[in-house]
T-cell receptor
């Protein structure tokens, strides 16, 4: 069966420090991969999605970036965190088909920037 | 631009009451619709989805949703809620590509025993 792993579960980082959140999927090949952020009162916001290795699409301009070095690995990064980057970050995957299939979410990372 | 609106941010009900959570979408072309649930301390799970066909969709745990194209709505319903239904509920919509879903802001449902 397919599983998705996301770590760390919680993270407290000072303003200006770098960020690296990692997400891996097991049990499937060629998935679509996504990074979402859930901010209080704002619901879920799509940050990045990827349909293949090295293929990243950005939905929202910001100081975050994403990379997909391997088929089932998706990394969210920042060179310098801002206070506004605090939130709950969710990685998700879906089957790569011609239409949107349901997303399967990881457990999330709660990031607090101080 | 695509958007999803959930009418109620907080809903408090007693056990055995009936539930209806509103969701409206604004989407051009083909639309796929979803309801997700996030129980306290757990990750997001899919409740149900609509792609095509019968507009009344049945999901897990007794939930159902009705797609009304003329009203651009996809409301979630359950005839009799339980205390364990306390959770955050998200409506989501997507087009026909691989560009992810657009989520509503969520509805926090509290069921009082």
């Amino acid at each position: 069966s397919q599983t998705i792993h996301q770590w760390p579960a919680t993270l407290v980082q000072p303003v200006g420090s770098p960020l690296s959140l990692e997400c891996t999927v097991e049990g499937t090949s060629n998935p679509n991969l996504y990074w979402y952020r859930q901010a209080a009162g704002r619901g879920l916001q799509l940050l990045f999605y990827s349909v293949g290795i090295g293929q990243i699409s950005s939905e929202v301009p910001q100081n975050l970036s994403a990379s997909r070095p391997q088929d089932r690995q998706f990394i969210l990064s920042s060179k310098k965190l801002l206070l506004s980057d605090s939130g709950f970050y969710l990685c998700a995957w879906s089957v790569r088909t011609g239409r949107n299939s349901p997303l399967h979410f990881g457990n999330g990372t709660r990031l607090t920037v101080t | 631009a695509q958007s999803v609106s959930q009418h109620n941010h907080h809903v408090i009900l007693s056990e055995a009451a009936s539930l209806e959570l509103g969701c409206n979408y604004s989407y051009g072309g083909t639309v796929n619709l979803f309801w997700y649930v996030q129980y306290p301390g757990q990750h997001l799970q899919l409740l149900l989805k609509y792609f095509s066909g019968d507009p009344l969709v049945k999901g897990i745990k007794g939930f159902e949703a009705e797609f009304i194209k003329s009203k651009f709505s996809f409301n979630l319903r359950k005839p009799s809620v339980q205390w364990s239904d306390t959770a955050e509920y998200f409506c989501a919509a997507a087009g026909g590509g691989a560009d992810g879903l657009t989520f509503g802001k969520g509805t926090h449902l509290i069921i009082q025993p």
